[in-house]
């Protein structure tokens, strides 16, 4: 398949994928946002129902009035008409793997495999990218069943779970490929107990609600469980997509370390917001700037101090050649590199003006990351590196 045509299909799918994800996330918070605000029911008779709890709220000029039945309600059928939110979580992994198999597998030479890190084959590669997904979801899947009584135990084992994974896939895979497919895993457990615990658990429930029995809460409490977990994977799943933009965080040498720590980063926010309200939010104030003192001290440790100048000035006649060979085949008008349709990101560095307008886009990847070339798929050396950021610190001239 062309070049041309993967870069539509990445487009479209992408977009998919971004706005299925905006409707499973928006649900999934608007929902956990709701079960926390929930208020005991002012009316005896609506109790004596089975409503668990009541919220009202206003939003787009009208008023609404949510009530939450545990078990449906005492005294009248469930109606026939009931919504699932379940579509837009399986639109979201399915696009998601779509994406993966268009950008990541089809091009598994150039954005899956570092020779640096792992000589694979790119059959190797794609098979042990799917196949990560699938034990991810496997091993997640037990911790819950052994720990499910242990919920503090449960979190710290699935925390301590993921740092392993994002260790592991750090030496098997490209750096970035690494985080995304750390995203990945989070995504798919993510799918999975919407669809292996949360939807079955629901439907149960709904069976003996209707056959006239009285339902074994169980099924719920479960599903409950499995969405909190869904809601704070959020904010990890959603750095994963585009932490592609960040190499000084997975180019790294402690890139999975630093994926760990913004991870629980995002998990202390997603605490604090989740069990913000009147009765938590007083004992929850700490977990804001928790989550901005790890922020800070990743800023404090990424930084990476610039170079020393060249003694000698590095004339860009010399650097020319070194672009044209190592960066311009993929950054050009017209890609010479196979897989490439068009210059990643839109960045050209196919002539003198547009090398000196990218210069520092040229440092912060080529220079002090390695981030570029894509697994050094052009083999750009050390001194080429050096030869490029000596001539950026004595201004970037072309002339």
């Given at each position: 398949?062309?070049?041309y045509v993967?870069?539509?299909?990445d ?20 929902f ?13 008779q ?15 000029g ?16 469930l ?9 837009e ?9 779509a994406m ?50 242990q919920?503090l135990?449960?979190?710290a ?23 995304l497919?750390?995203g ?22 709904l ?7 009285q ?7 479960l ?9 704070y ?37 997603r605490?604090f ?23 800070i ?24 050649p070194?672009?044209a ?7 050009a ?20 003006a547009h ?15 390695h ?13 080429e ?5 000596a001539?950026?610190?004595e ?5």
């Amino acid at each position: 398949m062309s070049a041309y045509v993967l870069s539509w299909l990445d487009l479209l799918v992408r977009w998919l994928h971004f706005t299925a994800g905006v409707a499973w996330i928006g649900t999934s918070f608007y929902f956990v946002w709701l079960d926390d605000n929930l208020t005991r029911p002012r009316h005896e008779q609506d109790e004596r129902a089975g409503v668990y709890g009541e919220l009202w709220s206003v939003h787009g000029g009208g008023f609404y009035h949510n009530q939450k039945y545990l078990t449906g309600p005492r005294d009248e059928p469930l109606p026939e008409n009931l919504h699932w939110f379940k579509w837009e979580a399986y639109t979201t992994w399915l696009s998601g793997v779509a994406m993966l198999a268009i950008v990541y597998w089809a091009g598994a030479s150039t954005f899956l495999i570092d020779p640096s890190v792992l000589a694979l084959a790119p059959w190797q590669a794609i098979c042990i990218s799917f196949g990560s997904l699938i034990a991810g979801w496997i091993v997640y899947d037990a911790l819950c069943k052994l720990l499910e009584k242990q919920p503090l135990v449960l979190g710290a084992a699935v925390f301590a779970f993921f740092v392993f994974v994002a260790w592991g896939l750090s030496h098997v895979f490209s750096a970035q490929a690494a985080y995304l497919h750390v995203g990945a895993i989070m995504g798919t457990i993510m799918v999975a107990n919407v669809a292996h615990v949360i939807i079955p658990g629901q439907r149960k429930m709904l069976a003996e609600i209707r056959a006239g029995r009285q339902p074994d809460p169980r099924p719920g409490m479960l599903g409950k469980t499995r969405s909190v977990h869904n809601t704070y994977l959020t904010l990890p799943v959603l750095f994963t997509m585009i932490s592609a933009h960040y190499p000084m965080a997975y180019q790294s040498r402690y890139g999975w370390l630093i994926l760990a720590a913004l991870g629980l980063a995002g998990v202390m926010v997603r605490y604090f917001f989740i069990l913000s309200h009147e009765r938590y939010g007083k004992r929850l104030v700490w977990t804001l700037p928790a989550a901005a003192l790890v922020l800070i001290a990743l800023c404090a440790l990424l930084v990476v101090p610039r170079p020393a100048v060249s003694t000698s000035p590095v004339p860009f006649a010399r650097v020319a050649p070194i672009v044209a060979a190592r960066c311009a085949v993929c950054h050009a008008a017209h890609p010479t590199e196979p897989g490439f349709a068009t210059a990643p990101n839109g960045v050209l560095l196919d002539t003198p003006a547009h090398i000196q307008a990218n210069a520092q886009r040229i440092e912060a990847e080529a220079v002090t990351t390695h981030a570029m070339p894509l697994g050094n798929i052009t083999g750009m050396t050390q001194h080429e590196r050096d030869e490029l950021g000596a001539w950026i610190q004595e201004g970037a001239k072309i002339r």
